[in-house]
């Protein structure tokens, strides 16, 4: 069964930093790529950041560009989100993603998520 | 980048209507379309991928078309379970951007 488990998340004042951490299981997480959803409270869901299977490729949404970092490491099965530089419009439930099949594809699996909020 | 429209952004439809959402791309995008079911309270689930491909284990009620710029997703017979909300996204190049949403009640 596959599983995505996000922790992390928490309360941070505007300017400050968190790491996001995603453990993933029962699926061969070196052969996924992978990403972060976010959904602000009320709102709709927004990419945030995309990682290939072996690290080569990242991609990240204009609105976190140069503020956050995304990483990987396979032999932990984990998938990471550093997060810098946060803003109160940063507050939302951070999704861990799972892309179905090799390369580029729709996100099949869905971590439960992991809250973040920027308030001073 | 290519943006994402959905509409409506809301409906309200009876039990056993026939409900049509439409996902429209800025620029094409050939059939590299999911669509997503949230239900109030849950996290997104993958419903349909290359536009019309059923995830396994999706009530053959969903169906989806299109290619290019223009997609729908359909839902043959409303159920109360399908009351969610219903995200579309492409997903063949960064940024993988997501619709606006559209939101489905029961009347």
């Known amino acids: 069964e596959v599983q995505l488990v996000e922790s992390g998340g928490g309360l941070v004042k505007p300017g400050g930093s968190l790491r996001l951490s995603c453990e993933a299981s029962g699926f061969t997480f070196s052969s996924s790529s992978m990403n972060w959803v976010r959904q602000a409270p009320g709102k709709g869901l927004e990419w945030v950041s995309s990682i290939s299977s072996s690290s080569s490729y990242m991609y990240y949404a204009d609105s976190v560009k140069g503020r956050f970092t995304i990483s990987r490491d396979n032999a932990k099965n984990s998938l990471y989100l550093e997060m810098n530089s946060l803003r109160a419009e940063d507050t939302a439930v951070y999704y861990c993603?799972?892309?179905?099949?090799?390369?580029?594809?729709?996100?099949?699996?869905w971590g439960q998520g992991t809250l973040v909020t920027v308030s001073s | 980048d290519i943006q994402m429209t959905q509409s409506p952004s809301s409906l309200s439809a009876s039990v056993g209507d026939r409900v049509t959402i439409t996902c429209r791309a800025s620029?094409?995008?050939?059939?590299?379309l999911a669509w997503y079911q949230q239900k109030p309270g849950k996290v997104p689930e993958l419903l349909i991928y290359?536009?019309?491909t059923l995830q396994s284990g999706v009530s053959s009620r969903f169906s989806g078309s299109g290619s290019g710029t223009d997609f729908t997703l359909t839902i043959s017979s409303l159920q109360p379970e399908d009351v969610a909300t219903y995200y579309c996204?492409?997903?063949?190049?960064?940024?993988?951007?997501f619709g606006q949403g559209t939101k489905v009640e029961i009347k």
């Open positions: 993603t799972k892309v179905r099949g090799l390369g580029s594809g729709p996100f099949d699996y």
């Open positions: 996204q492409r997903y063949n190049s960064a940024p993988r951007t």
């Open positions: 620029q094409g995008i050939a059939n590299y």
């Open positions: 290359t536009a019309s």
